[in-house]
């Protein structure tokens, strides 16, 4: 079905005349052949997908020249790291082409120019595998042992180096992971002594101070957890005895007098009887205990690389979007409202999850490439955590309460949480005020008989755990900001911290790279640990590509095609003072708010309005 044209005249299926109703039923029937559940997709399977991309459902125009634009620096800077001289001016001329062939684009001739980005952009990304995939296959080289960090350092030759590089072997960094990085979805409150990570009262103190005590700054509400049990399948599966992925649990504490999150101990898996633990030390004067205890964070940080990129950002964001995707097509007629509203918040995520599905998390690519676990245990944990969610449990605020840190009076600062909340509250607003335009009262939800097959479809074909019958408007509406928020906001705030907080391997990797960090206690042995130089480039390279592309913003309604006419028609929704106005309203003043906030605070900018866009399509 054409996007090219505004959708006019929304109307719920049950005010239709029959008329209307047998052009609708048809139109679905329509859809239904282009979009067709896949629960057998060899890589992500059984999570539902699309079994292809209809043509309709291709990135714009806009979208590929973005991605040339991201991508050609990162080609630049590959270039500048091979150091076969042959090679390195072949791959030289290929790139100027590639870079005069965009300039010589002129918008205009608007088809050609189509056809010629798709090219363009298809003949980078071949030089870029090709780039990737030579370096891979280079022998490992002296430059990690002897120049240390320097080595990874040096690989950003013509890419800025993120600025985690100078401070993340510090605690506060570490610290500042889990409430502001990736994965800000893991830390919890912990209201009672953990069985699985018993923490003496006496190495607690050793951290904390003596004037402290586990059990007080319990009851206070200070002390805080990462649990990574759910990555025990990868731990049973490791690639190698040297490169593997482990499940450790990590404690934090927030200082009697202060507000701030201080890393406390480390238990370097989950089993407590065998599991080493190791206490956060901040000198460096016993120098194997402050070894050991970076080789600790490192675990953890691995740990937290296989959290994120499985389970919240692949299976959370990309896939449990694809199943409202795809449902939306196949029953909610064109016109439907929620068909309106949700279409444009799925721009672009078919293709991008179906290039994911089949590339980035297929044997031989780059998670496999990156990551520790052997790719068929990571390929079923992502999918394991993807149907396993609850759709109601993870909607923000109850999975901030369900995790005891959605009170601001404690743990007062967790950037993710409080920006998060700002969006969240804007959406649901945004959300209400759409569904009071088109359903009446809470009858109108009940008797809209397409909403009510679009709910089975999403529970049953979808597979989204927890998803239930809509029976209220204040429900549809929840219902609409979580998918909303899922699409544009979260997936913001879990996709662009790959570019600053994860390109750079000796800050965060995919695996661990020896067979026990516990027993590290020198610098040379810490090192050695980090991922081999040819993985770290690939891993700088594919994470700026996917933590750069901004296409499109949060509150930017536009039809997919050029000339990207505005979506909503309707004056209901786009009157001056209405409820599309109101929205962007919103969205300014909490642009202004969080600017505000990062004038005292460490800068957290991944969910200002400006930088989220619309949907998940990188
Ligand atoms: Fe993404």
């Not at 290929?94 to 952009?121: D, F, N, R, Y």
Request: glycine content about 4%.
């Amino acid at each position: 079905m054409s996007l090219l044209f505004p959708r006019k005249h929304p109307s719920l299926p049950q005010n239709d005349t029959p008329a209307l109703q047998a052009k609708r039923k048809w139109q679905l029937a329509h859809s239904r052949l282009s979009y067709v559940w896949d629960d057998q997709n060899p890589n992500v399977g059984p999570v539902p997908m699309a079994k292809s991309v209809p043509k309709e459902a291709t990135p714009t125009l806009t979208w590929s020249v973005n991605v040339i634009r991201v991508l050609i620096p990162i080609v630049e800077n590959l270039v500048a790291n091979v150091k076969d001289e042959l090679q390195l001016a072949e791959v030289q001329s290929h790139l100027s082409e590639i870079t005069q062939a965009l300039e010589a684009a002129k918008v205009g001739a608007h088809w050609p120019l189509i056809t010629h980005t798709s090219h363009t952009l298809k003949d980078l990304v071949a030089l870029f595998q090709d780039l990737v995939k030579k370096e891979l296959q280079q022998e490992s080289s002296q430059e990690q042992q002897e120049l240390g960090v320097q080595a990874y350092r040096d690989q950003f030759k013509t890419l800025d180096l993120p600025s985690v590089a100078d401070v993340f072997t510090q605690n506060q960094s570490f610290a500042r992971y889990r409430i502001a990085g990736p994965n800000p979805m893991l830390i919890k409150r912990l209201t009672e002594p953990m069985a699985s990570f018993p923490l003496s009262d006496t190495d607690f103190k050793q951290v904390m101070g003596n004037d402290d005590s586990l059990a007080k700054a319990i009851t206070d509400k200070r002390v805080y957890v990462v649990d990574y049990k759910e990555l025990s399948v990868l731990v049973d599966h490791p690639q190698a005895a040297n490169k593997r992925v482990f499940a450790p649990i990590a404690l934090f504490a927030v200082a009697k007098t202060g507000s701030e999150l201080c890393p406390v101990a480390i238990q370097m898996g989950q089993d407590a009887a065998h599991s080493p633990t190791v206490l956060a030390v901040t000198d460096t004067q016993d120098a194997a205990a402050f070894w050991q205890w970076q080789a600790a964070m490192s675990t953890v940080q691995v740990a937290d690389g296989n959290y994120h990129e499985l389970f919240v950002h692949l299976g959370r964001t990309h896939l449990l979007n694809e199943a409202f995707a795809v449902a939306t097509e196949r029953e909610l007629a064109q016109n439907h409202p929620v068909n309106i509203l949700l279409t444009p918040h799925f721009e672009g995520t078919l293709f991008i999850n179906n290039s994911a599905a089949g590339s980035l998390i297929a044997a031989g690519g780059p998670i496999e490439s990156i990551f520790g676990a052997q790719i068929s245990a990571t390929q079923k944990a992502a999918a394991l955590d993807r149907l396993s969610l609850d759709f109601y449990a993870y909607m923000l605020p109850n999975d901030l309460a369900a995790r005891g840190v959605a009170d601001k009076d404690y743990l007062s600062d967790y950037p993710y949480r409080d920006d998060a909340q700002l969006v969240w509250d804007a959406i649901a607003t945004w959300s209400k005020h759409y569904v009071e335009v088109y359903y009446q009262n809470d009858a109108a939800v009940v008797n809209d008989y397409e909403l009510a097959k679009w709910v089975s479809a999403v529970a049953t074909q979808g597979a989204v755990t927890g998803f239930k019958a809509i029976e209220s408007r204040p429900q549809l509406a929840e219902v609409l900001t979580m998918i909303i928020f899922t699409a544009s906001a979260q997936h913001a705030a879990v996709n662009f911290p790959q570019k600053p907080l994860m390109s750079f391997a000796p800050a965060l990797t995919g695996a661990t790279w020896c067979e026990a960090p516990s027993a590290i206690t020198t610098q040379a042995q810490w090192i050695a640990n980090m991922a081999p130089l040819q993985k770290s480039l690939q891993q700088l390279s594919l994470l700026q590509i996917l933590g750069g592309v901004y296409y499109r913003q949060l509150g930017d309604y536009q039809t997919n095609n050029f000339p990207y006419f505005d979506w909503f028609e309707d004056k209901q929704i786009t009157q001056s003072g209405g409820p599309l106005a109101q929205f962007k309203s919103s969205l300014a003043s909490i642009e202004t708010t969080i600017n505000a906030r990062n004038q005292h605070r460490p800068e957290y900018n991944v969910l200002l309005p400006s930088k989220i866009p619309v949907s998940i399509n990188i």
